[in-house]
């Protein structure tokens, strides 16, 4: 070859690196303009237990009374954020609302029915896509902070709580009864930077971590105790996960970040709760008595004698979001990140005499759920009816890939409804389902309707009837302090009851499968 062609050759190929390299860079611009994602969701926080609540324009839009708990961070993802007044849990119980979270689709094929707990089968499946695993496709980071508990518990562990993958020696010990590690490998469906915490104990997290930095050396799988409170602990990882410093993520791409908080989880006593915090907004000397912190007319007072408690962590973990809502603003990334605000279920704080959750009534249904995105969204509300499962779509089709949710995914898209974009095939819901482990029924935008087995929760046994078939006006009993029988409004009872049948159809549900209930519910391949 003659130095001539040497030359031209030498300049072709010159020529082509800077092309791509134009185009890498090009690449990259394309993908700093993507939105990040940033969903948060604190455990058994009620719809209500927010200040906005108590305001206009939310007032008027509440069943009920607003909880007296301030949340200045809440309160301004609200004010210029869209707030769903209708978003439901559609099994209000920690694990079956993360299988549905995660994978956009109802319990039966996700495979998480109850909560994971050891002696119990329940856990998500590993082979269906999720939000982790479909944004990892994207071109995304992707990262979790908290809580998981979307896998069943085995004895894989040391006595010291270090995974070791083994039931033999020095295997065969759990590490905590209703919530495990998730180890690497396809159980942890897409996740690349992880940050797990799990146990009920909410200035003791057990916490597990593939960054070693931030468990002193240890390696993934290693307890590791900080004695730290949760959240505050949490949100100093995720703002040093934000940060960069170390490179723990591709700072060309944009994130698609979890962050499952365990607090206002109970337990509710001092030594779980921030005290600092409820000294100064909830002690006996702003508060004297009880009731007025409880306010809804359903509240037994002795029954929901907690309540400094919960708002304590409600507004103390109101705090930390704001942190990590402050880090992003300063590092000008708020604005084009999409921050979805919700909750796995509510919490009963004594209304109808009950503590917890897994109630069909509002104070354990009812979910918050906003989504801030200012650079996309104009701030507003909307009474769509919203699944758990609808998250999973709705934020791929924010995000621009809409296109890529997989045809198994059951929930909806509802990005170009929030966008005020037209949508020709759009059907607003009339009803959503509701599912308890003894109870069905469906949630519309003014009723509610339980058919309730004569069983509890638990038990293994099946149950032979329904002990109980209600519904709940809600717009003239907010509180749903009237159950109504199912055959004393027969023209509502026939319209949801052919809701539900539809709606168990689609889901595949066990009560479909066997035909349960045949005399009540109204089974049939089609409904107009």
Known sequence: ??????????LLIVSFACKNKKKSATDNQEDQKKPNILIVFPDQLRRYSAGFWSESPYRELAQGKGDPV?????????KNGMVFTQAVSNFPLCSPYRGMLMSGMYPEQNGIWNNCKVGRNHSLK??????????????????????????????????????????????????????????????????????????????????????????????????YLPKIFSPKNESRIIIDYLQNNRGQRDSNKPFCMIWSMNPPHNPWDDKNTDMET????????????????????????????????????????????????????????????IVVFSSDH????????????????????????????????????????????????????????????????????????????KNDAFKKPKAILFML?????????????????NKKQWDKQDATTIAEAFIYDNLKDPYQLNKIDINAIPEVSKEL?????????????????DKRYSHIIPYATNHD
Request: aromatic share 10%.
């Open 1 to 10: 070859m003659s130095s001539r062609h040497i030359i031209l050759f030498a």
């Open 70 to 78: 301030i949340t200045p961070t809440i309160d301004k993802l609200a």
């Open 126 to 223: 590993d082979d269906i896509p999720t939000i982790p695993s479909l944004f990892l496709q994207a071109g995304y980071n992707t990262a979790y902070f908290g809580k998981c508990h979307w896998q069943k518990p085995e004895p894989l562990f040391d006595d010291n709580g270090n995974y070791v993958g083994s039931r033999e020696d020095p295997g065969g010990h759990y590490v905590n009864t209703y919530d495990t590690y998730i180890p690497p490998g396809k159980k942890r469906h897409g996740i690349e930077y992880f940050y797990e915490s799990i146990k009920d104990s909410h200035f003791n997290p057990h916490i597990y971590s593939n960054d070693p930095v931030t468990i002193e050396g240890k390696k993934d799988g290693q307890l």
């Open 278 to 337: 409820l000294r100064k907004h909830y002690d006996i000397n702003k508060y004297p008595k009880i009731d007025t912190l409880l306010v809804r007319e359903n509240a037994d007072k002795e029954v929901g004698n907690y309540a400094r408690h919960y708002y304590a962590n409600v507004t103390s973990s109101d705090y930390y979001i704001g942190l990590v809502l402050d880090e992003l603003k300063k590092m000008g990334k708020l604005d084009n990140t």
């Open 346 to 421: 509510g919490e009963m704080l004594g209304s109808h005499g009950k503590t917890g959750k897994n109630a069909v009534e509002l104070e354990a249904s009812a979910i918050p759920l906003i989504v801030h995105w200012p650079k996309g969204l104009a701030p507003g509300t909307t009474n769509l009816l919203f699944s758990v499962v609808d998250v999973l779509p709705t934020i791929m089709g924010l995000a621009g890939i809409g296109d890529s949710i997989p045809k198994e995914i059951e929930g909806t898209d509802f990005s170009l409804v929030l966008k005020n974009e």
């Open 437 to 453: 482990g003894n109870s069905r029924g469906v949630f519309t935008d003014r009723y509610s309707l339980c058919l309730r087995e």
């Open 497 to 513: 009851l052919t809701q539900l049948s539809t709606l168990l159809e689609q889901t595949n549900d066990p009560w479909f499968q």
